[in-house]
């Protein structure tokens, strides 16, 4: 008995102002193992040379598409995917790079029948040592993924066409944590999903602390508006509180400055201890660099750490608010 033949896949991607970095993620696409039948970039408002770049590549390849439309970047995902044809779904953003067998590896349980949405690992490649360490405190190792728990990022996915239709697509009330409200009502309407650790796609971390603070604000913005992870958002404001409640007590009662600061670096090291596992084995096989740099990327951990606490804390009741004051974020 024959195989089947492979189902036909459509690669989507919706950007806006990327020119510094379209050229490689379009490469890295066309260098895949498995070739998509259809790679459709949806433009997003663009005031950079986006658009004309894509259509230099359009040109000389036939099958990509360029299309325009859209608000934000649920509704460009989902105004490409109405303009693709494929029954299978692969979805990438831009800033980011493919590892070349990463779509054959990404939609491989679903030809073969095993999911119905799928979910690759992303690998951090920094260019600085900023950008390293920040890698290594934010982002998990595979071994520290719990596949029944994951959840799909919208730049490292792909899904069952008929499951995005299914649930109303991505939610186009929400310009950030999408993928994750994608992710969750596809699990409530009882679509299967595997995550697949060798479907790679390679990205580079913020580049300062006043680029993450703000990446992360509006995340946890996003997950206010979205009502998603009320209870670890809880954790992490009574946490703060009581730590801040013992610093007062400590300074004004010396009795309790010796267990306070006891508590204070017992914390420390649990909340630094998974960045720090990660982070030693980078910086011993880089090449040698001077001692003070060694010593700046250790003490870089719980500064990162601090930081991305605080833009949670103000952009999770800004998210909040917004969705109490301003129908446009609410779900319809």
Request: charge should be positive; proline fraction near 7%; hydrophobic fraction near 40%.
């Amino acid at each position: 008995m024959s195989n089947p033949p492979p189902m036909r896949v459509s690669l989507i991607c919706t950007v806006r102002d990327e020119a510094d970095n379209i050229a490689a993620l379009l490469d890295s696409m066309l260098a895949q193992t498995r070739q998509p039948d259809e790679i459709i970039i949806n433009d997003c408002l663009s005031r950079d040379a986006t658009p004309t770049i894509v259509q230099q590549y359009a040109a000389r390849h036939a099958h990509i598409r360029l299309v325009t439309g859209g608000h934000n970047i649920s509704s460009g995902r989902n105004h490409a995917i109405a303009h693709a044809t494929g029954p299978i779904i692969a979805s990438t953003d831009a800033g980011l790079v493919l590892d070349r067998h990463w779509l054959e590896r990404l939609i491989a349980p679903l030809e073969q029948g095993r999911a119905d949405q799928t979910g690759g690992f992303y690998c951090p490649q920094p260019h600085s040592l900023f950008e390293l360490v920040l890698g290594a405190t934010n982002y998990r190792s595979v071994a520290e993924i719990d596949p029944a728990r994951f959840l799909p990022f919208g730049n490292c996915m792909a899904f069952r066409r008929e499951a995005w239709a299914a649930v109303g697509g991505f939610p186009e009330w929400l310009s950030h944590c999408e993928d994750i409200v994608f992710d969750l009502a596809l699990d409530q309407a009882g679509y299967q999903r595997e995550f697949v650790p060798d479907a790679v796609i390679m990205f580079r971390p913020r580049a300062s602390l006043r680029a993450f603070f703000w990446q992360y604000y509006f995340y946890a913005r996003g997950d206010g508006i979205a009502r998603l992870w009320t209870k670890r958002h809880l954790i992490r404001y009574t946490t703060y509180s009581w730590g801040s409640l013992l610093v007062v007590k400590a300074i004004h009662d010396s009795s309790w400055r010796a267990p306070v600061a006891l508590l204070g670096i017992l914390g420390t090291i649990a909340y630094t201890r998974a960045p720090y596992r990660r982070l030693v084995p980078q910086l011993q096989q880089l090449q040698p660099i001077p001692r003070t740099h060694r010593i700046k990327a250790l003490l870089l951990v719980p500064v990162i750490r601090v930081v991305g606490d605080l833009a949670k804390m103000l952009g999770y009741p800004r998210g909040r608010w917004l969705r109490h004051t301003h129908p446009a974020h609410r779900k319809p």
